[in-house]
Nanobody, 119 residues
Framework: VQLQASGGGLVQPGGSLRLSCAASGNIFRLNDMGWYRQAPGKQCDLVARITRAGSTAYADSVKGRFTISRDSAKKTVYLQMNSLKPEDTSVYYC??????????????WGQGTQVTVSS
C-alpha cells in the first residue's frame, strides 16, 4: 500500500494551495483519511480528517480556511488551503486507515510534501 502526496510548494501569505494524496496497492477499503503537518522542531499535529461517510474535523488553527475532501473512486484525499499564513509552513503528511484485500487493517502514511508560506 502506498500513499503519494503532491501539491506542495511556495506561496505568498493569503494565497492558496491544493494538496492531493492518492492511495494505491492492495486496498479493499479506505476508512478515515487525513492530513497532518510537522514544522521543524515541533510535533506532528492533526490538520484535518474525513471519514468514509464524509464527516470532517479540523484543527482550530485552520477552521474556515482549509477544506478536506475525498474521492472514493480515485482513492484520493484532498486538502484545499486558502488564506495561507506563514505559520502554516510545514511538511504535510497524508494518512489513511487501509483495509487490505486480505482484511488486514493498516495505518498508512504518505511521504510528506513541503508547504512554505512566505513573501
Amino acid at each position: 500500500v502506498q500513499l503519494q502526496a503532491s501539491g506542495g510548494g511556495l506561496v505568498q501569505p493569503g494565497g492558496s494551495l491544493r494538496l492531493s494524496c492518492a492511495a494505491s496497492g492492495n486496498i479493499f477499503r479506505l476508512n478515515d483519511m487525513g492530513w497532518y503537518r510537522q514544522a521543524p522542531g515541533k510535533q506532528c499535529d492533526l490538520v484535518a480528517r474525513i471519514t468514509r461517510a464524509g464527516s470532517t474535523a479540523y484543527a482550530d488553527s485552520v477552521k474556515g480556511r482549509f477544506t478536506i475532501s475525498r474521492d472514493s473512486a480515485k482513492k484520493t484525499v484532498y486538502l484545499q488551503m486558502n488564506s495561507l499564513k506563514p505559520e502554516d509552513t510545514s511538511v504535510y503528511y497524508c494518512n489513511a486507515e487501509v483495509v487490505t484485500q486480505t482484511f488486514v487493517t493498516l495505518d498508512a502514511w504518505g511521504q510528506g510534501t513541503q508547504v512554505t508560506v512566505s513573501s
